[in-house]
């Protein structure tokens, strides 16, 4: 089955720690994008990456660093700079160019700071 | 001003009532705008697309664009308890630019 694989579902983080985020797909897509959810606020695009070895910040992206090795996998580590970091996070993907926008996102990650 | 506004609600209708949901939005560059349904503790799903003007229907849903007055619209006929969810707008100018996101309202269906 295609799709967007994320993990863990729940994190907790103590004050102080870097966490990482995974985001696997078997889709085939070009872009992939890291989201922030609060209540709310919708969704906030903390970054981005539309071609591997290449990202770019999105709205929020203080306290964040991602990379993009290979083209399956995008990476969201939380860094001890971020304040807040209390939230859902979700990753998405998508094909670039034609008219199908389409963005496919994963299950999501709970992060609570404890 | 966010570039795009919606009423994060809750809107709570009873089974079987037709909904309405909007969406306005201030870029008139957008050109594709969509609509994701995203259950509690789930990621949003794409639930209706639309390139540029005009409607479009899929079963119980259906999408307008007024791009004139810069208003979507998604309308939910015969609703069922299994809708209430969180429905998000979003629209980018481009297919190859970011999407740019509402902040969803939640929709809650009593039986």
């Known amino acids: 089955d295609g799709g967007i694989t994320q993990s863990p579902k729940y994190l907790f983080r103590k004050e102080g720690q870097n966490v990482t985020l995974s985001c696997e797909q078997n889709?085939?897509?070009?872009?992939m994008y890291w989201y922030r959810q609060d209540p709310g606020q919708g969704l906030r695009l903390i970054y981005y990456s539309q071609i591997v070895n290449d990202f770019q910040k999105g709205d929020i992206a203080e306290g964040y660093s991602v990379s993009r090795e290979k083209k399956e996998s995008f990476p969201l580590t939380v860094t001890s700079a971020q304040k807040n970091p209390t939230a859902f996070y979700l990753c998405a993907s998508s094909i670039l160019g034609g008219l199908n926008t389409e963005a496919f996102f994963g299950q999501g990650t709970r992060l609570t700071v404890v | 001003q966010k570039e795009v506004e919606q009423d994060p609600g809750p809107l709570s209708v009873p089974e079987g009532a037709i909904v309405s949901l909007n969406c306005t939005y201030s870029?008139?560059?957008?050109?594709?705008f969509m609509w994701y349904r995203q259950y509690s503790r789930k990621g949003p799903e794409l639930l209706m697309y639309?390139?540029s003007s005009g409607n479009k229907e899929d079963g119980r849903f259906t999408a307008q664009v007024d791009k004139s007055s810069k208003y979507i619209s998604l309308f939910i006929r015969d609703s069922q308890p299994s809708d209430s969810a969180t429905y998000l707008c979003a629209m980018t100018p481009d297919s190859n630019y970011q999407l740019i996101w509402g902040a969803g309202t939640k929709l809650i269906i009593k039986p």
């Open positions: 870029n008139s560059a957008f050109q594709y």
């Open positions: 889709l085939n897509h070009d872009a």
């Open positions: 639309t390139y």
